[in-house]
């Protein structure tokens, strides 16, 4: 299992970003997003910088937090607020689909 999240962590280029879900889902574990966080705080050599919480949020707190957006930034990841712009930066896998959730309306033609 770890090996198969470190290798996840490890595909996401430069400049893109993921979530701990994420991640877990491109490893083939779609339930083990706190696994993901475990790894990341304990393995050398990642790109920890480029895993963020849901809706692109730095869950990381103090300088480590700071850190982790200057090295992103550094990578040309664009912030929108507090946020990273999902839009831009989300890494998806080559050949997964995401879903976009447009909601459809129906009216009554009565």
Do not use: C
């Amino acid at each position: 299992m770890r090996i198969r999240i470190e290798r996840a962590i490890r595909s996401i280029p430069r400049g893109k970003v993921s979530t701990y879900g994420g991640v877990a889902k491109i490893a083939g574990y779609p339930r083990a997003a706190r696994m993901v966080a475990r790894i990341l705080g304990r393995g050398y050599g990642l790109p920890w910088q480029r895993v963020l919480g849901a809706g692109g949020e730095i869950k990381l707190r103090g300088d480590s937090a700071f850190e982790q957006r200057l090295r992103l930034e550094a990578e040309g990841v664009r912030f929108r607020g507090r946020r990273v712009d999902m839009r831009l930066h989300e890494f998806r896998r080559e050949g997964s689909k995401k879903h976009d959730s447009v909601r459809k309306t129906t009216r009554n033609k009565n």
